[in-house]
């Protein structure tokens, strides 16, 4: 049973940082895909930031280049985002996921979320 818990939500003010973790259980973590979704109130949930099974690869939307970094300690099976330059509009629920199949870039599994809120 695959188990994805999320932390290190909370509430900062906007130009801060935050970073979220997620440990991940239940199959060889370093085999699968992570990634970090967020959504916000009345919006759909769109992908934030994506990493390879070995970490080679990262990608993310345009919305958080240049401010977000996502990072993965397989030993540890934590998946990390580092959120800097921290905006309103980043308010959201952020969900870490995993991929469905080994080394695919289809999501199966999620967490439950962690809740980020951006003062002005």
């Known amino acids: 049973q695959v188990l994805l818990v999320e932390s290190g939500g909370g509430l900062v003010q906007a130009g801060g940082s935050l970073r979220l973790s997620c440990v991940a259980s239940g199959r060889a973590f370093s085999r699968y895909v992570m990634g970090w979704f967020r959504q916000a109130p009345g919006k759909d949930r769109e992908s934030v930031a994506t990493i390879s099974w070995s970490g080679s690869s990262t990608f993310y939307a345009d919305a958080v280049k240049g401010r977000f970094t996502i990072t993965r300690d397989n030993a540890k099976n934590t998946v990390y985002l580092q959120m800097n330059s921290l905006k309103p509009e980043d308010k959201a629920v952020y969900y870490c996921?995993?991929?469905?199949?080994?080394?695919?870039?289809?999501?199966?599994?999620w967490g439950q979320g962690t809740q980020v809120t951006v003062s002005s």
């Open positions: 996921a995993q991929g469905r199949t080994r080394y695919g870039y289809d999501y199966g599994y």
